[in-house]
């Protein structure tokens, strides 16, 4: 049985999942979603089911807007990691409280140049962040990095712990914000880009003179902006860590790396 869509339309936005949008569509058409599912299993439209995004419920909804049938087909999951629920850029929604999965978009609109982690933040005054965010698209999301991927959180450990206070007193200036995630963004993604790169992490599991601290060392000299206080070495004891365990694993699991160049993979799980 076909379904009609209702008579206010209702944009869908990019990433968009099945409750946001039927919370803002129902609304619009001045009733609910509990109101609009019952009338339809009612009728036989829509068969009963209590699963939330049980196919015939996402069918109903894309007919309910009129949406291609693309809408609210992005994956939970990706090669083993979780694809967030998160809000929306504000300005993209024109203001509307939108949730959805965007997996190959890190924590920056680049459009808009806003900050879209908790809270949102202008962040035109840090036009390094809107760089990184086009590198995180570019090099990590195709790597299988997502925003909360574990090693996305090592690579922020490292950014926090070795900028110099310095220099993130003068972002923070810049940016009216105290949050170091958004502060540490630029580093974090360095990092990140260099913890999965594939020569790394060969040499990090077969390293040479000097041992994977002192290539910990090198590999980040340049990462962080010039500051009075070098703290650059806390990074670099984070990173030989996170290896020394990998190459443990490895040791005791070949099975766990049969791509050493993507060792990192197995780190966190």
Request: include cysteine.
């Amino acid at each position: 049985m076909k379904i009609q869509p209702l008579p206010v339309p209702t944009k869908v936005f990019g990433g968009e999942g099945l409750i946001s949008y039927a919370n803002r569509h129902a609304s619009r058409n001045g009733t609910s979603i509990e109101d609009i599912e019952r009338a339809l299993t009612q009728t036989g439209a829509m068969p009963g089911t209590g699963r939330r995004h049980a196919p015939e419920r996402l069918q109903a909804w894309r007919e309910l807007g009129a949406l291609h049938r693309s809408a609210f087909t992005t994956p939970p999951r990706i090669d083993g990691a979780d694809v967030i629920d998160r809000p929306l850029c504000l300005r993209c929604t024109n203001g509307a409280d939108g949730y959805g999965r965007l997996p190959g978009i890190g924590w920056v609109c680049a459009r808009h140049r806003r900050w879209i982690g908790t809270p949102q933040h202008h962040i035109r005054a840090l036009p390094e962040l809107i760089a990184a965010e086009r590198h995180y698209r570019r090099v990590l999301a195709r790597r299988g990095v997502l925003v909360r991927s574990p090693v996305l959180r090592i690579a922020r450990e490292c950014a926090i712990v070795g900028i110099g206070r310095s220099i993130l007193a003068r972002r923070s200036h810049r940016a009216v914000t105290s949050n170091l995630t958004l502060l540490t963004y630029p580093e974090t993604i360095r990092i990140a880009k260099r913890i999965t790169a594939p020569g790394f992490n060969i040499h990090m599991l077969h390293p040479g003179p000097g041992g994977r601290h002192a290539l910990s060392l090198r590999s980040i000299a340049d990462f962080f902006p010039e500051a009075e206080e070098d703290e650059t070495w806390r990074a670099a004891h984070r990173i030989t860590a996170m290896f020394d365990t990998i190459a443990r694993e490895v040791d005791k699991y070949p099975s766990r790396a049969p791509d050493i160049t993507r060792a990192w993979t197995i780190w966190g799980t």
